[in-house]
């Protein structure tokens, strides 16, 4: 039951260690694709939800709102595919939805900058001096990305269990290191990252569920007893949207109690509180 | 006669093994239940128990202590840790520590109930099962 996340660079061999890793212990192996089945679950185009996951900040580029809710999207279907547990997964942040769930070990797969400039060059049949202007932006945008929508410092080692510099160590020895680490104790599922990750599962799934209609909406879950957190113009859609989200969310799969707390956002009503002179 | 399961729950908050006990009794536990580490300490000594649910944070002797001595003493014994305090660090230094689950309060006597029969099983007892038949 337990998941091994890969996080590593573009134009890098790690996924070549992924499949190697996914083979030796008999997991499901997924990476990309999960961006596409997202896009088919929720029915939106999937150039435009990879375009709210890859931080592109072109400026005929998604809305803010947007971009919030197709990260929803994006999780919703992550955290439906990694409740089945026994799988590796590839890909640069999926490390940032499961943090402290302890039955995932989260590995950071380093390249050498000069091995991906060399990549570049012979993928993209790009000079040298483009394919470095390239990697350099792509890192830039990523890092901002993540440090944007996530409030980490993608640096911080305390986001990963394990790192691996590439340029140091083999595809076999990497693979090796990878299986033996996932198999230590504090690896295993256990009744408390297994309610951890459920709760998560939970959240996000609701989350997906009304943000199209609640921009704001904000979810907690914790051993299915779910709060909910939204705002609205005026105290009549108050009252019709708290009744509408206790009576939906208390009719899903692994729910105990719902507590809804809709506020009126006095701001986007356009009324605004007396001085208090 | 098949096997029963003896279990020692220590919590130095007397409502945990009060609500815990009754559960446990209906699928067939033998339950003792402590509030003092270091009574619990001492009758570990005299008593195998299969399954020891403990707390961490205890005063005198914590919870980390109670399972270094219940696996020196009892090597088979699974010790499941409870806590209110639950982080992924404490999660995962129980584990490695040797416990066989760790579970963050609240939780409720069905959660305790499922571990229970899990460690049950992998002690190759098998328990009654409480959840209403199809």
Known sequence: MSIIILSGDTYSHYQEIAAAVAQNLNYTLIGPEVLANAAQQYKVPEKKLLKALEGSSSILGLSPVIKERYLAYFTASFMERLQKGKMVYHGRVGHLFVKGVTHVLKARLVDDFETRVRKVITQEGLTEKKARKLLLAEEKRIKRWISATFNVDEADSDLFDVTITLSDTTVDQSVALLVKTVQDVKFQPMTYSLKCMQDRYLASQIRALFIESQPSINVGARDGNVSLRATVPNKSEKEKLESALYEKVRAMQGVNSVEVNVLIDTIQSGKVLGSHR | ?134
Not at chain 2, 110 to 117: C, F, G, N, Y
């Open chain 2, 1 to 134: 006669m098949p096997e029963v399961l003896n279990v020692l729950i220590l919590d130095d908050e007397p409502i945990v093994g009060k609500r815990l006990k009754p559960g446990l009794a209906k699928i067939g536990c033998e339950v003792e239940v402590f509030t003092d580490p270091k009574e619990a300490y001492k009758r570990i000594d005299e008593k195998k128990f299969q399954i020891v649910v403990t707390d961490i944070y205890m005063p005198e002797i914590d919870g980390f202590q109670i399972m270094k001595h219940a696996l020196e003493r009892w090597d088979q014994t699974k010790v499941i840790v409870i806590t209110g305090y639950a982080m992924m660090e404490v999660a995962r230094t129980a584990m490695e520590k040797g416990a066989f689950d760790f579970i963050a309060k609240p939780f409720t006597p069905a959660d305790l109930r499922a571990m229970i029969t899990k460690a049950g099983a992998a002690l190759g007892v098998e328990l009654p099962s409480t959840e209403p038949s199809a």
